[in-house]
């Protein structure tokens, strides 16, 4: 598939997504985005999926699977994040925090193939997928968390101020960068996986003529032309 028609693709798919905000407030309301609400089991259905892609994608590329298993590690993260107020509710102290336990295991993961990953994320961050990863990143963490802020709302729109339109736009915006971290999720299973097959295509034996396999050549073994005895030098010869 070419590269015009995916990006064409994942911009119908976006756009279908928001899109869709319209009929689902119309049935849900503001309550489409409160805590636990559809949107955020949406949001977690695309981490879900996030993960998915990356796993998928670090058994099929191995060239690159240490660095999939720690972008697989991020996302499951995320989602630990997005259960907030059932996991809150339902672990003692810790609630969604408990999510943390990932990152000292990704540590030790990283640690172990540190060089490996240095080489794999070197390539990665020359490719289209790592600008579209961090563009979803910047729009789900830092934008939405800031433009989303109750305190910055609160001045904004003084009296105005509702905690239900907060959360729309917090829900909103991190739902548009997951969505943004999916597409390139997907672009990064693709773009990594074809120097991994380019890699293999050239280290794979290519076909070999009939005629080299039944008369192989070799300096050592190649056959000589017999040469005639040369022929005594005596009397009768040299008369």
Request: with cysteine; charged share 20%.
């Amino acid at each position: 598939m070419s590269t015009a028609v995916r990006l064409a693709g994942y911009t119908l798919a976006v756009f279908l997504a928001t899109a869709s905000f319209r009929p689902l407030v119309g049935y849900f309301g503001l309550d489409f985005f409160q805590e636990n609400g559809p949107a955020e089991w949406i949001e977690f259905a695309v981490l879900f999926t996030v993960t998915a892609v990356f796993l998928t994608a670090a058994r099929r590329t191995p060239r690159f699977r240490q660095l999939f298993v720690l972008l697989a590690a991020a996302a499951i993260l995320a989602q630990f994040r997005e259960l907030d107020a059932i996991l809150d509710q339902t672990v003692p102290w810790l609630g969604w925090k408990i999510g943390f336990a990932v990152l000292p295991a990704a540590a030790l993961y990283a640690r172990r193939h540190w060089a490996t990953l240095r080489a794999q994320a070197a390539e990665f961050m020359t490719t289209r997928a790592c600008g579209m990863l961090w563009g979803g990143f910047l729009i789900a963490v830092p934008i939405a968390q800031l433009v989303g802020h109750g305190p910055l709302l609160r001045l904004a729109l003084g009296d105005n101020y509702s905690f239900a339109y907060k959360q729309m736009i917090e829900e909103t915006l991190e739902l548009i960068g997951y969505l943004v971290i999916a597409v390139a999720s997907v672009e990064a299973a693709l773009q990594l996986r074809a120097p991994a097959r380019a890699v293999r295509e050239a280290a794979a034996p290519g076909p070999v003529s009939p005629a080299v396999v039944a008369f192989p050549y070799d300096r050592r073994t190649r056959p000589h032309r017999a040469r005639p005895a040369r022929r005594p030098v005596n009397e009768k010869d040299a008369v």
